[in-house]
């Protein structure tokens, strides 16, 4: 059985016509058409996650595994409201969500009514579009809403992807039902081409290119990606040409630089200007090394060439001089078969500079304490091949990506607004899509914050949670400002004692911990095992004040 509310039928029947099946969805008395719908038909897979926060996370999760637009489904009021982080970490990873929410006929909107807010482009500054639909009891609001949903749901397809929200007021009765057929309604086509630049303005980009000994390229985030990554190790043979890539970018290639941080604090200010580059070309999203960002303002390019399927104008480095509105596909295939190897030694100082970096920090490591630096370094040693990471934010993602990738690895991390709100929920949703093994490592308050990630029915057998535990936000402790002030215990830190068994107890999840070296090889070696099939949460504790210092003198090290 379907609900019998048109408005409804018609928009199930345009998520399935094109090929939007995958809804996340929260319980609610609101939304009670729309679960009965999807739920009636089993073209939909739908999975139930109770926190609206995290079930806006999960759904990120599983739009990332499966590279396709994911459904969310909720009730009225501050249900809503509670996707907005999630919402607005889609809309700067470029992550295609459909966001709906059931709401009050607008008649009862400021009415004292309950469970009443103004839900009408609640999501206005972060989704491509946000609609609110009509009850559909004329033909003419019918046919209004159909232009609306086949006009959302096709952005949300583009080429340039993100959330779109659809707000649906719906008045009772609400659990009506029919037993007719899905009907077919209008399903408008969009279809579009990747923006292409004329090649005689590229042309003149390659002429550039190739005139020029000190070229760098920045990448920022990418999901996996073959093609490009091809390109890119292609483009890296030139040795007039530096590429800088995060793990995050999942891009590998012998001739890449991946310790951008590290490197970045190894250049001493009488070396700057040979490391300065004269053209810089940049695509992806965000990066994380804010090191790297204040070196390139401080030591401008000529020119800085920005890719971007919207045409976006993101001058994070102060010197933007052309947008190359394209995918990046489209730009590298066209580019790279024209470039000529320059005389240069660009490459070979920044990888040189990189090798002696790791190697001062594996000899100053060997001799260090056990702490957050140490256990990051035996993680990513550790790391089953062929599998994905997830990383937290604040310290975790910069402790992991101090280390050289696994190349057999895939990279994750919600970068997009670098909250460290929903890591976890983000990786539970993708593991459940994914048949490889994924493991998130994230500090204990983000592991806390996000603790209703673990309130799920479903949740994944190949996940496995370490919680790097060092009792506070010990970021505060890395960076100078906070170090400086009387409240940084209590009111930066957030100083505490708790451990995650209780939690792990509570949802019933293996839980192992290690407070030294040998303990967590141990560990690591018990949850990375091929016949180990279970959730599981390691915690590694360690001690706050020994894991800043280590990290200070570790760069320190570099410094010198």
């Not at 609206?52 to 759904?59: D, F, K, T």
């Not at 804010?290 to 993101?314: C, D, M, Y």
């Not at 830190?493 to 019933?508: D, S, T």
Request: net charge negative.
């Amino acid at each position: 059985m379907i609900t019998n509310k048109k408005h409804i039928q018609q928009l199930a029947s345009l998520l399935l016509q094109k090929g939007i099946t995958d809804v996340v969805i929260s319980p609610g008395s609101r939304n009670a058409p729309l679960i009965n719908q999807f739920f009636g038909l089993s073209e939909f897979n739908c999975l139930n996650v109770v926190d609206e926060r995290s079930a806006g996370y999960q759904a990120l999760g599983i739009a990332l595994a499966k590279r396709k637009p994911v459904v969310v489904v909720c009730t009225s009021g501050t249900a809503a409201i509670n996707y907005g982080p999630a919402i607005a970490e889609a809309f700067y990873q470029k992550i295609p969500l459909v966001v709906l929410t059931a709401d009050r006929p607008r008649r009862w909107v400021d009415q004292a009514d309950g469970q009443t807010v103004r839900q009408e482009n609640l999501f206005l500054n972060h989704t491509l579009k946000s609609v609110s639909l009509e009850e559909a009891e004329r033909e003419d609001d019918f046919r209004h809403n159909n232009l609306q949903i086949n006009e959302t749901l096709n952005l949300v397809l583009s080429t340039n992807p993100g959330p779109v929200h659809i707000n649906i007021p719906l008045g009772e009765p609400l659990y009506g039902f029919s037993d007719e057929e899905l009907p077919n309604f209008r399903n408008i086509e969009s279809c579009s081409s990747n923006a292409q630049i004329p090649s005689a303005e590229l042309e003149k980009l390659v002429d550039k290119w190739n005139a020029s000994t000190r070229k760098m390229v920045i990448v920022g985030q990418l999901s996996p990606d073959e093609q490009i990554n091809s390109l890119v190790q292609k483009m890296a043979q030139d040795s007039g040409t530096v590429i800088l890539a995060e793990h995050l970018t999942n891009l590998s290639g012998q001739h890449l630089v991946h310790a951008t941080d590290v490197v970045v604090a190894a250049i001493s200010a009488e070396e700057k200007l040979k490391f300065q580059p004269e053209i810089l070309l940049t695509f992806g999203q965000q990066i994380v090394s804010k090191r790297l960002k204040l070196f390139v303002r401080a030591n401008q390019p000529l020119e800085h060439w920005h890719i971007s399927v919207a045409g976006e104008h993101t001058d994070t480095y102060n010197s933007l001089s052309c947008v190359i509105s394209s995918d990046v596909f489209s730009i590298l295939n066209f580019f790279v078969p024209e470039i000529r190897n320059t005389e240069s030694n660009y490459r070979e100082i920044w990888k040189a500079k990189e090798q002696t970096a790791l190697q001062l920090q594996e000899k100053f490591l060997n001799d260090a304490s056990f702490c957050d630096l140490t256990a990051s370094k035996t993680i990513t040693e550790m790391l089953p091949e062929n599998s994905v990471l997830h990383l937290g934010n604040s310290s975790s993602v910069r402790l992991i990506q101090m280390f050289e990738p696994n190349k057999e690895c895939e990279y994750f991390g919600n970068r997009g607004t670098s909250g460290i709100d929903g890591s976890m929920s983000t990786a539970v949703g993708f593991a459940l899509s994914s048949e490889k093994i994924n493991t998130i490592v994230l500090g204990e308050l983000s592991f806390f914050y996000d603790s209703n990630a673990l309130l799920n029915q479903h949740f994944p057998q190949n996940l496995r949670i370490i919680v790097l535990n060092n009792g506070g936000g010990n970021i505060f402790r890395l960076i100078g400002g906070p170090r400086q002030s009387p409240a940084l215990n209590e009111h930066f830190v957030a100083q505490h004692n708790l451990k995650a068994e209780g939690l792990a107890n509570a949802f019933g999840i293996n839980y192992l911990k290690a407070e030294n070296q040998e303990e967590l090889s141990t560990a690591l070696n018990t949850i990375f095992a091929p016949d180990f099939s279970e959730p599981v949460i390691l915690e590694v504790l360690t001690d706050g004040e020994i894991s800043a210092a280590v990290f200070q003198e570790c760069y320190q090290q570099l410094k010198n």
